[in-house]
């Protein structure tokens, strides 16, 4: 149930990248994919009353194998977000330069080699 | 009970998400994506990754501040309408039929709040749990895995980083070098 809203999200997503004509819209298309994915591998991890795999004052690594949740795909998202940053100012700077290049965001109209 | 609570919030997510697409104003699209973005630091706040969450704060105020950079300097011309009727039905049906697959797809999965970590004693993520502080001192497991267990792989990803950062930067700078040394060679923007 919760994983098919994750992906009822990435479809969401999907249309904005698919069927817009607005170049803004695509880069917010994809960042929504973006959000639902690292959502979707967060919650696969996730234990029923789990606790924060952080070794606490008092607390064995005995309690932390039986509670915690699975620090594995944390750790991956947490790359995975700042990553998510870097392509984004990519993304962004092409979109400034053929806003610059073409006066417009609308991507029918940029269908010319030579400008 | 957290489950109908995070359902929830993924719903509002969605919401956003439609609004954000739909709206014919880019600045309340941007806005939008930040509370899409909010939304999901507070999830993560409930499944127990609070560094996730920080994080997922700290990037979305970064990414707000990118993408008004990119719609606010320039005229905000709205273009609204979609592609042409019959390329939008096509996406639209493909998109349904791979939400039948993802359906199909998600039954094989473990169930929520039961993850592979509990019914695979041999996982990885287990031996990392018990062994983590002995071996690498780090009572954080997570800055553990990041830094000592698969370091390699955070060198990896922090190049990819890089160079992503580094492409910006490069398409960027091309016009101000040009105006610089006065050297066109016919393909000017303007």
Excluded at chain 1, 68 to 78: K, S
Excluded at chain 2, 67 to 88: K, M, N, P, S, V
Aim: glycine share 8%; with cysteine.
């Amino acid at each position: 149930m919760i994983y098919t809203l994750c992906f009822v999200l990435f479809l969401v997503g999907l249309y904005g990248v698919t069927c817009k004509k607005n170049i803004v819209k695509i880069i917010l298309g994809f960042l929504i994919m973006e959000h639902s994915v690292n959502l979707f591998l967060i919650l696969l991890g996730w234990k029923k009353d789990g606790i924060t795999p952080v070794l606490g004052k008092g607390m064995s690594s005995d309690m932390l194998v039986r509670n915690a949740v699975d620090p594995l795909p944390q750790a991956m998202v947490l790359i995975l977000i700042v990553i998510g940053l870097g392509i984004l100012a990519l993304m962004v700077a092409f979109a400034i330069r053929l806003y610059q290049k073409y006066g417009t965001f609308d991507i029918t109209e940029m269908n010319k080699l030579k400008h | 009970m957290i489950e109908t609570l995070i359902s929830m919030l993924i719903f509002f997510m969605i919401i956003g998400a439609i609004i954000a697409l739909e709206t014919t104003d880019l600045l309340s699209a941007v806005i939008s994506i930040g509370a899409i973005g909010s939304v999901a630091s507070i999830c993560y706040l409930f499944v127990g990754a609070p560094d996730i969450a920080s994080t997922q704060l700290v990037v979305e105020v970064l990414t707000i501040i990118i993408l008004i950079r990119a719609t606010i300097r320039h005229d905000l011309i709205t273009i609204d309408g979609d592609r042409e009727f019959f390329g939008l039905t096509i996406t639209l049906a493909l998109i349904f039929v791979l939400f039948l697959f993802g359906i199909k797809a998600f039954n094989n999965l473990f169930d929520f709040g039961n993850p592979a970590i509990s019914q695979l004693p041999e996982a990885p993520s287990n031996r990392y749990l018990a062994c983590g502080f002995q071996e690498t001192g780090a009572n954080n497991i997570l800055s553990a895995i990041l830094f000592d267990y698969r370091g390699l792989d955070t060198f990896g990803q922090l190049c990819v980083l890089f160079a992503g950062i580094w492409g910006a930067f490069a398409i960027m700078r091309v016009q101000s070098r040009r105006k610089k040394t006065g050297k066109g060679d016919g393909n000017e923007d303007r």
